[in-house]
């Protein structure tokens, strides 16, 4: 018998892909917090109290973008598929919401956030069963 879609060893490798990204983004906009805006398209504050406020959102952002990669990895490797199938469709739910923000805020460049998010909820659907078939 064929083994499940959800138990290809690759599903695995894909994941900790969408990990590293997750976390090489955060760890750039928490150690370069000014880079975040210009790559967003955001404009970027005039006043220094106000760059600064902004900032700290960045970082913010960026700590939730490396929980994201390391929960991703620990599930990836030390936990149970189905918990890293959630784990990617909620990323994905992540990057949905990101790119709604993105274009209320400059009117475009949703596009970078949502041309993803089906991959990653693919794969977490997949990683939860989705094509395994009946039981």
Known sequence: MPSKPSRSPTLRLLATAFGTIWLLFGLTF?????????????????????????????????????????????????????????????GGGVAVADGVVVRAQVGFGEWSHWGYAPVVVGVGVVL????DGRR
């Open 30 to 90: 928490t150690l370069a917090p000014a880079r975040a805006l210009p790559f967003f398209s955001f404009p970027v504050p005039l006043l220094a109290s106000e760059r600064q406020l902004v900032q700290s959102f960045v970082v913010l952002y960026a700590v939730r973008d490396i929980y994201m990669g390391l929960a991703t990895y620990a599930a990836a490797w030390y936990g149970e598929r189905r918990v890293l199938g959630w784990l990617l469709v909620a």
């Open 128 to 131: 939860l069963g989705g094509l």
